[in-house]
């Protein structure tokens, strides 16, 4: 079956501009991860989903970034009024049932703000 | 929170070449660890995934290990080749929370 894809690959937006990345995981994977991976860096934790409940959203930076997986399957990270500290990759992920399980990737979304 | 580092940051080695990656970690509670590759501009690629009660796991020519007292693991590769080139990555979960907490990541190129 096919893997986890984000769309779209690439978004260049004007500062100030609202931005919709999406993610279409495995199919029945229960868990969903958004990462934000800035240049050089390792991937940071964003939010975490089970099934359409947003279980954990610590790692979003403000209130301007926004998730959301209404039935479970595709999701969407929405950032409101970009800034220039928004670019970055943004990576999906998600796992079967269970922490125990390997995470699976997307190629990522890459954001420009200018 | 969790803190990862990687060692070395970048790594250069001729094909053939056994070499060693290293990753630590500040808080030995953790759930698994999981090592990653990247390739440029891509997604990452799940390498191998090693549970807390495990000490190592092998897939192919990698080999990860995993001590929880030391904080630290390894990526053994064996017999390195070009297409082995990527940013290999290494990501801890804790026993507690939901989130990988990734380290910056070894800058491997194996020259033919």
């Known amino acids: 079956g096919a893997g986890v894809s984000q769309s779209p690959r690439y978004k260049v937006a004007k500062r100030g501009q609202d931005v919709a990345l999406r993610c279409d995981p495995i199919?029945?994977?229960?868990?969903l991860f958004w990462y934000q991976q800035a240049l050089g860096q390792g991937p940071e934790f964003l939010t975490y989903?089970?099934?359409?409940?947003?279980?954990?959203k610590s790692g979003l930076p403000s209130d301007r970034f926004f998730a959301e997986r209404p039935e479970g399957s595709v999701s969407t990270l929405k950032i409101q009024r970009t800034q220039q500290e928004d670019s970055a990759v943004y990576l999906c992920?998600?796992?079967?049932?269970?922490?125990?399980?390997?995470?699976?990737f997307g190629p990522g979304t890459r954001l420009l703000v200018l | 929170k969790q803190e990862v580092t990687q060692i070395p940051a970048a790594l250069s080695v001729p094909e053939g070449e056994n070499l060693v990656l290293n990753c630590s970690f500040t808080?030995?509670?953790?759930?698994?660890l999981q090592w990653f590759r990247q390739d440029p501009g891509k997604g990452l690629t799940s390498l191998l995934l090693?549970?807390?009660?495990?000490r190592e796991q092998t897939s192919g020519r990698l080999n990860a290990s995993l001590d929880k007292s030391s904080g630290r693991s390894t990526l053994y590769i064996a017999a390195s080749q070009p297409g082995d080139s990527a940013t290999y990555l290494c990501?801890?979960?804790?026993?507690?929370?939901?989130?990988?907490?990734f380290g910056t990541g070894t800058s491997l190129t194996v020259i033919p």
């Open positions: 992920a998600s796992s079967s049932v269970g922490l125990r399980e390997t995470q699976y």
């Open positions: 199919s029945g994977h229960v868990s």
């Open positions: 989903f089970q099934n359409e409940a947003q279980l954990d």
């Open positions: 808080d030995s509670a953790i759930y698994n």
């Open positions: 090693i549970q807390s009660s495990q």
């Open positions: 990501a801890a979960r804790l026993l507690t929370g939901n989130q990988f907490y």
